[in-house]
Structures are given as structure tokens and as C-alpha cells.
Antibody, heavy 120, light 108 residues
């Protein structure tokens, strides 16, 4: 059974760096074809894909946010970490981590999400 | 980036209705399209992938069709638990993966 859970701060100040951790179970990021992605959703708005990391450490980012994002994995801990620099109030959103179907790019399992508010 | 446009953005329907939601891609995406259902305060749930393949465990009243640029999600007989927001997502060209703006199905 695949599960994912996001953790991190609920409140960050403008210009600060956000660090979110996705802890997962039921699969391994050392297995070929496996990845973990991040998607966010501002309150009342649509979903926005942010980043994906794969078993081979291949990383893909949203072009519009690439300069601010870093995604890393810790295979031994079954964790994926997303950092986003220079946070702004418009980055207020629920951040989800999700498991893409093996070797595909749609998401079959999602974490519950974590709401991050950016405010001074 | 490929833009995904959903229509309508919201509508009201009654239990038992047949409803159709449309998703249009700004360029051809073959059948690389997924549909998700999202209820308030919950994570999205995968309904359909490859434009028309039902995810395991999803009721057969949900169906998807289309290829190229035009896609539809149909619910054949709307149930109370189907009132939610639905999103399409293309995975033909990435990065970036892109989602539609969502279609909210409300109770009439």
C-alpha cells in the first residue's frame, strides 16, 4: 500500500526559504521507473505542478519556478525534500507530494497536502 | 507549455443526471491525458488515465474519451458523492506537466 505524507512549516515569512519533506511508504526510490512529485494549489485555485525526482536522480522542474526550486531524495529514509527560495504571499498554497505511475507522468497516489501560508 | 482549458468552470446538476466536462489542449497531446476528482479539503484522486482508461476502483459510471486536443469526462448517472471539482492533466510534453483550471460540479 502506497502512502505519502507532507511535513514542514505552516507559516513562513516573505523572502524566507520553504523546506518541505515528503515521507512515503509502499515503494522505493531505488526502483527503476519510480519517482515522486510535488504539486501545489493556492486556496480556491487550480493545481500547479512544481517538480519531480526519479529513482536515477533525474530531476525536472516547472520552468516558471525552476530558479527557486530544489528537489532531493534520501532513499534510505524514504523521503523527498523540496525547497523553495524567496517565498512570497502568492506562494501561499496547499503543497502535495504525489507518486507518478511508474515510468509515467500522472499521479496515482497523493499525500494529504500541507497548507503553507506566507505572511509577515 | 501546453495550456489545458476546461469548460465549463462550474455548473449545477441533479443526482441521476448525465454530465460531461470538456478539456481542450492548446496543442495535440495524443491520449496523454488524466482526469482527477477533488473534494473540498482533500487531495485529488486519479479517475482516468490515457484519456479513457479507468483507474482501478473507480466506478464505471465515469468514462473518458478524446485524443489530440479535445477530451471529455462523462459521468453517466451522477451520484451524491460525485459532487466535486474535476481536473484534467496533460503528460504528453513535460516539463511542465499542466492541469486544467478545474470544473466544479454543484448540486442543483
Amino acid at each position: 500500500q502506497i502512502t505519502l505524507k507532507e511535513s514542514g512549516p505552516t507559516l513562513v515569512k516573505p523572502t524566507q526559504t520553504l523546506t518541505l519533506t515528503c515521507t512515503f511508504s509502499g515503494f522505493s526510490l531505488s526502483t527503476s521507473g519510480v519517482g515522486v512529485g510535488w504539486i501545489r494549489q493556492p486556496p480556491g485555485k487550480a493545481l500547479e505542478w512544481l517538480a519531480l525526482i526519479y529513482w536515477n536522480d533525474d530531476k525536472r522542474y516547472s520552468p516558471s519556478l525552476k530558479s527557486r526550486l530544489t528537489i532531493t531524495k534520501d532513499t534510505s529514509k524514504n523521503q523527498v525534500v523540496l525547497t523553495m527560495t524567496n517565498m512570497d504571499p502568492v506562494d501561499t498554497a496547499t503543497y502535495y507530494c504525489a507518486h507518478p505511475r511508474e515510468s509515467m507522468y500522472y499521479f496515482d497516489y497523493w499525500g494529504q497536502g500541507t497548507l503553507v501560508t506566507v505572511s509577515s | 507549455a501546453i495550456r489545458m482549458t476546461q469548460s465549463p468552470s462550474s455548473f449545477s446538476a441533479s443526482t441521476g443526471d448525465r454530465v460531461t466536462i470538456t478539456c481542450r489542449a492548446s496543442q495535440g497531446i495524443s491520449s496523454y491525458l488524466a482526469w482527477y476528482q477533488q473534494k473540498p479539503g482533500k487531495a485529488p484522486k486519479l479517475l482516468i488515465y490515457a484519456a479513457s482508461t479507468l483507474q482501478s476502483g473507480v466506478p464505471s459510471r465515469f468514462s473518458g474519451s478524446g485524443s489530440g486536443t479535445d477530451f471529455t469526462l462523462t459521468i453517466s448517472c451522477l451520484q451524491s458523492e460525485d459532487f466535486a471539482t474535476y481536473y484534467c492533466q496533460q503528460y504528453y510534453s513535460y516539463p511542465p506537466l499542466t492541469f486544467g483550471g478545474g470544473t466544479k460540479v454543484e448540486i442543483k
